[in-house]
């Protein structure tokens, strides 16, 4: 993304050709970004050479799943939903992995049924189930168990999964009770220990430490995994300040760990994928003074991008036309939706704005558009692809009659 005489290009394409023909808000990604994406994780982890399961709660629209499998990349998937999706999207079944707490019995015979890789379970009650339903299908189904390594992964709270205090996977100490449970099982194989500490991590020591624990795990296990799965988590630069995970390093210590454990591993990134390859193009509706700043009020809410409303998170917003006056206003943006907590940030020193013109809030690709709801019976906004230079669209704005 770069100005070229102060209008935005994304790929060569003028963003405003786009709001030209489109109505905002509008969500655009770039085809180029996600491969260049997809290749950098390959490259980075080629000694390792892993399974790489996109994790499609990021992102599932079906046409980026389609291009996503074009890269030969798996899923990881979380509901019985994303599992049917990532089917239809063409990518096979013994690349798909399946996670979270509450798999209900539905999901569970239904995975079982499409033959996937691996049910990474998350509790006792969980395995038992599995068992139940593969037994009565007169199946041997393939599981791991998530282990929850107690580890901080210094990121934000309500996005840390491997703490004590988190519901995800399970202790040491009951780790190690599953196993045998699993091992005394006629209808299941013990595959796969799964972990994932949590989600924008930007410093590759809480994965030492999570390796660390998952290297104790097994060696007091005694058994071998030919399968561990380390989750997603990987970290992006949202503040565009080159702070992201050092994959290098991150790529060592897996490395060191292989020496020890010899397994085939496994990831499900999903923000390290997409994240950096949309934006959310947006529309000042009105400009209204407040007491000391003035609310910039965009056609885009938080029912569109929820980020920053449920989890404080910051994303760049910059104009789609750049000039060089400044504002000595404070800028605040919201949206139109009733909440305060519908703001996306507040600026100093920005640009000065005017009524109409517009806003790209930046890598809005992870989590934008699979968090965003009907909230105020609001429309889903329109999304598009850049291909080659051209425009696909991937989703259409709902219609407000559809929401009747
Ligand atoms: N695997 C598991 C088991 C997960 O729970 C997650 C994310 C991932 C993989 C993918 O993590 P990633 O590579 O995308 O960091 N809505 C929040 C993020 C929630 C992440 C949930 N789990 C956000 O907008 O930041």
Do not use: W
């Not at 299908?137 to 004590?164: C, E, F, H, M, Y």
């Not at 780790?175 to 299941?188: E, W």
């Not at 704005?353 to 809030?361: A, F, Q, S, T, V």
């Amino acid at each position: 993304m770069i100005y070229k005489k102060n209008k935005l290009k994304i790929d060569r394409f003028d963003i405003s050709s786009i709001t030209k023909k489109y109505k905002t808000p509008i969500y655009c990604y770039s085809l180029k970004k996600i491969k260049e994406n997809i290749q950098n994780l390959k490259k980075h982890f080629k000694k390792i050479n892993p399974l790489i399961c996109y994790a499609v709660k990021a992102n599932s629209n079906l046409k980026l799943l389609k291009e996503i499998k074009k890269n030969n990349l798996g899923a990881d998937v979380v509901s019985g939903g994303e599992l049917m999706k990532v089917l239809k999207a063409g990518i096979k079944p013994k690349k798909i992995v399946f996670s979270g707490v509450g798999k209900i019995s539905e999901e569970i015979e239904y995975a079982i049924s499409k033959n996937i890789l691996l049910i990474n379970a998350e509790s006792k009650s969980e395995i038992l189930e599995i068992e139940k339903i593969a037994k009565k299908k007169k199946k041997i189904v393939d599981v791991g168990i998530r282990l929850n390594p107690n580890t901080d992964a210094k990121t934000l709270t309500q996005i840390s999964t491997g703490k004590k205090e988190n519901k995800f996977g399970v202790d040491q100490k009951v780790f190690l009770k599953l196993i045998n449970i699993v091992k005394k099982s006629k209808n299941m194989n013990l595959k796969c220990l799964s972990v994932h500490i949590g989600s924008q991590i930007l410093n590759h020591k809480p994965y030492q430490n999570m390796l660390k624990v998952v290297n104790r795990v097994i060696k007091l296990s005694n058994y071998k995994f030919e399968y561990i799965d380390l989750g997603g988590g990987m970290g992006i630069d949202y503040d565009h300040n080159n702070s992201k995970l050092d994959l290098k390093k991150y790529s060592r210590d897996i490395e060191k760990f292989l020496k020890i454990n010899n397994c085939k591993i496994i990831f499900e990134p999903g923000r390290s994928i997409i994240g950096n390859t949309a934006v959310l193009i947006t529309k000042i509706i009105y400009i209204k003074e407040g007491f000391k700043k003035d609310f910039v009020i965009l056609d885009a809410a938080m029912n569109d991008l929820m980020r920053p409303a449920l989890y404080g998170a910051k994303h760049k917003i910059i104009p789609l036309k750049r000039i060089k006056k400044k504002s000595k206003k404070i800028y605040e943006f919201v949206g139109p939706v009733c909440e305060s907590t519908d703001t996306f940030a507040t600026v100093k020193n920005y640009q000065k704005l005017n009524e109409k013109d517009y806003l790209i809030i930046c890598d809005v690709g992870a989590y934008g558009i699979s968090l965003s709801s009907n909230y105020n019976v609001r429309p889903k906004p329109l999304e598009v692809l850049i291909k080659k230079s051209k425009i696909q669209i991937l989703s259409k704005r709902q219609k407000i009659s559809d929401l009747m």
